[in-house]
């Protein structure tokens, strides 16, 4: 018998290593030249070198999210530290009871006609008043520290912020004690500001013009006199002594 001229055929991959195969060809071409993770990567890198406006959107979009949130852990946890450490100071001493009651009724004057106007007006909204509430509080305290830190929108967003809750002491106060109310909040919020407006100044600076230089004119006083018509080299002669 003669022995067959067809060829053996090729052992089929299994599924397994064709996902395999297809997993290690995205993961290379990502990482190739313009490949999307090695584009995320050099907007990484240039994160040093870089100012804040010239840094990647994405990466700062997600810089923003982790510090907000950062800071909603960090308000969470703060507040349960400040409430106990303010509990224990009310119940050591009659000096700092009272201190800490006028602080808690002082600080009630402000805090309970905000919450009071945000419940009564968030009936038809999608938000619940809590969580209106929780934005207004944290809308504070970001302004604030932003404001400390320097930021220019930080400190617009504290001013819009503390204008919005003048309103609310005013609007949810009853009317005899509206003055007051909003003398207290104002003086609150007045005092806040110290920070969160710190290095802060109105004075308008002289802005300064170099004028380009002037050409130079320089005067000298000289008479001319005009020759005679008959001057010529041939008719003048020197002076004889």
């Given at each position: 018998m003669q022995p067959s001229n067809q060829t053996p055929s090729k052992t089929t991959q299994s599924p397994t290593h064709r996902h395999l195969a297809a997993l290690r060809?995205?993961?290379?071409?990502?990482w190739a030249k313009d490949g999307f993770l090695r584009n995320r990567w050099e907007d990484i890198?240039?994160?040093r070198n870089r100012d804040w406006h010239a840094i990647a959107t994405w990466l700062k979009t997600t810089l923003l999210v982790l510090g907000i949130a950062g800071a909603?852990?960090?308000?969470?946890?703060?507040?349960?530290?400040l409430g106990e450490a303010l509990h224990k100071l009310s119940t050591s001493t009659p000096l700092t009871r009272g201190g800490t009651a006028l602080l808690t009724d002082l600080w009630g004057v402000i805090d309970n006609p905000v919450h009071a106007y945000i419940t009564d007006h968030s009936a038809g909204l999608t938000a619940s008043g809590p969580g209106i509430y929780f934005l207004w509080q944290i809308t504070g305290f970001t302004g604030l520290l932003g404001?400390?830190?320097?930021?220019?929108t930080a400190r617009l967003t504290w001013v819009i912020w503390g204008a919005?809750?003048?309103m609310a002491v005013w609007l949810a106060t009853p009317e005899t004690s509206r003055p007051l109310?909003?003398?207290i909040a104002?003086?609150?919020?007045?005092l806040a500001s110290l920070l969160a407006l710190r290095g802060?100044?109105?004075?308008?600076?002289?802005?300064?013009?170099?004028a380009p230089p002037q050409p130079r004119i320089e005067v000298r006083p000289e008479i001319h006199l005009p020759a005679p018509d008959n001057a010529t080299p041939d008719n003048v002669r020197p002076l004889q002594r």
């Open positions: 060809d995205r993961w290379t071409t990502a890198r240039q994160v909603i852990i960090l308000l969470d946890t703060a507040s349960g530290i404001g400390l830190l320097g930021f220019t919005l809750t003048l109310a909003l003398a104002l003086t609150a919020w007045s802060l100044t109105l004075r308008v600076r002289p802005v300064i013009y170099n």
